[in-house]
């Protein structure tokens, strides 16, 4: 009895002890949570100012602001209403832990869900660039990746100008937030940049400054250089997951890894294994994706199609293509940029082939969504498509890296 005594006390100081844990890791959540939705309503208050001493209100900037105030709103409900599935205070002494974490931890994750059946107009609107390539502020020459922010501002990597540019939604011109002093090493320079991503909770950008072999990170706001975070990578593709952590597509070293902000040493997450068609391979990985599980997603552009690897797994799984370059629904030809949805559905820049190709869950081919009429500068054209992101309202934007411009393609309403 007393070892049966023994047994229990300890039982219970480590049930204690994880109890505390998650009360602490799920306090940290909420905070962070209460300060995301602090930064939304602080952007929107400043862009309803904007507009008014413009006097430019539009009724899509008012649609688009009263969905925005409505997300917030729903978060905010979230804090105070009482909800068996979200609950963060039990009554019950049975207290699944690990699943209230993860629903807490999966909310942070923006991740879009389409409709599988969703169409796009097959005409794009011209947001960014189209007027030839050069240096203006109204020109790119030869963009690559690109993110969109929640009001629709696009950050493109401008590769050859040696810079980032700021769009606004709306705008004709664009405003440089990183390099643009010329191509060069120092920290107020880049070098051919090739992707850029946000880091909203540390209000950063993070980019891919390719020739340099460097990733820094640039203060959004007023930065006048950047700091080097990561040395030594011949990156293209980035992507970072809701802990905090960045994750890299080395297209030189055929692998993908993922960095500790702060850390210069990553971790293999995919290929590793040298330059390769097997399924523990790739070769030279050009972008990345990671969803709310922490799976990556990867286009392996020589080996002509997108893997997926869950965490922890040796080896990957052929999401798309994976047939040999050509341009048949079942093959891809220099895959680019890709986005995964909640439902799972891999979305692909499919460069060679000037289209973007939607592949289903399981599906066995893919669907063109937008391109796939040769290379054209036409607005039913791509000219060898890069960048790929999405918006709020799941209209799709891409770099074109032959057309030096972003085109918007809304989603085409039922």
Known sequence: FDQIDQWKKLTINKVKQAA????????????????????????????????REEEN????????????????????????RK????????????????????????????????????????????IAGGNGAGGGMNQLQNPVGLCVDDDRTVYIADYLNHRILEWKYGVTTGRVVAGGNGSGSRLDQLNSPAAVIIDKERNNLIISDYNNKRIVRWPRQNGTQGETIISNVGCWGLALDNDGFVYLADYDNHEVRRYRMGENRG????????????????????????????SVYVSDESNYRVMKWIVGAKQGVIMAGGHGGGNSLTQLLN???????????VYVVDGSNCRIVRWNHGATEGDVIV????????????????????????????????????????????
């Open 267 to 294: 971790t293999v997450v995919a290929g590793g294994n040298g330059a390769g068609s097997g399924l523990n391979q790739l070769n030279h990985p050009r972008c990345v994706f990671v969803d709310r599980d922490h």
């Open 371 to 414: 391109g796939g009429h040769g290379p054209g500068n036409q607005s039913n054209q791509l000219n060898v498509p890069f960048g790929l992101s999405f918006d709020r309202e799941g209209n799709i934007y891409v770099s074109e890296h032959s057309n030096h411009r972003v085109q918007k393609f809304n989603v085409q309403k039922s």
């Open 20 to 51: 505390e844990r998650a009360r602490h890791e799920l306090i940290e959540l909420l905070d962070k949570r209460r300060t995301a939705v602090t930064k939304q309503l602080e952007a929107i208050t400043k862009e309803i100012r904007s507009h």
């Open 335 to 345: 895959p680019y940029e890709v986005f995964v949805d909640q439902s799972g559905t």
């Open 57 to 80: 209100f539009l009724e899509d900037d008012i649609a688009r602001l009263r969905t925005k105030l409505n997300e917030i709103q729903k978060v905010l409900e979230q804090f105070t």
């Open 83 to 126: 909800d068996t599935k979200k609950a963060i205070i039990a009554t019950n002494d049975q207290i699944d832990w690990d699943r209230i974490i993860y629903i807490a931890k999966g909310e942070e994750i923006e991740s879009l869900s389409l409709n599988t059946n969703t169409k796009w107009m097959q005409t794009g609107v011209t």
